[in-house]
């Protein structure tokens, strides 16, 4: 009985990471949206440039989501979702808590990633002994 709710837990855990991985991934597609999400204005000479690396961060941002989402529910997906998971999320806390001066929106999306990147040690634990 303890192995089904740990099973429903690890699913439920990979869905909400996968969920907030997947969410912003949606800027690529509506562009307008990326002043909402991040809190920055690209208007001005490098609009176009800085457009295409924020879509790409987006497309980027959902593939992470779906592999995590596809992780729930295909285990031999787990551990390489874990780890494309924890990358992506680890690299952007670790850029965005050593640079300086960052606006309010770019804090947020960090402190999401830290409640997100928790879950993921969670289910990263689970799984592994899941496997023991």
């Known amino acids: 009985m ?9 699913t439920a855990l990979f869905l909400v990471v996968g969920a907030v991985n997947l ?11 990326i002043a ?5 204005s690209i208007a001005g000479a490098h609009e ?7 879509r790409h961060r ?7 989501g779906i592999g995590l989402l596809c992780a729930a529910f295909l285990t031999s997906l787990r551990v390489p979702a874990l780890a494309a998971g ?10 965005a808590f050593t640079a300086p001066e960052l606006n309010d929106a770019t804090l947020r999306v960090a402190r999401i990633d830290i409640g997100a990147f928790v879950l993921l040690l ?3 634990l689970l799984v592994r002994r899941q496997k023991v």
């Open 36 to 40: 909402t999400a991040y809190g920055v």
């Open 48 to 54: 176009a440039d800085l457009t295409v690396l924020l």
């Open 58 to 64: 987006a497309v980027l941002l959902g593939l992470v």
């Open 86 to 95: 924890a990358v992506s999320m680890g690299s952007f806390m670790l850029i």
């Open 122 to 124: 969670v289910a990263a």
């Open 2 to 10: 303890r192995d089904i709710w740990t099973g429903r837990l690890v």
């Open 23 to 33: 969410l912003p991934g949606f800027v690529a597609l509506a562009p307008s949206q």
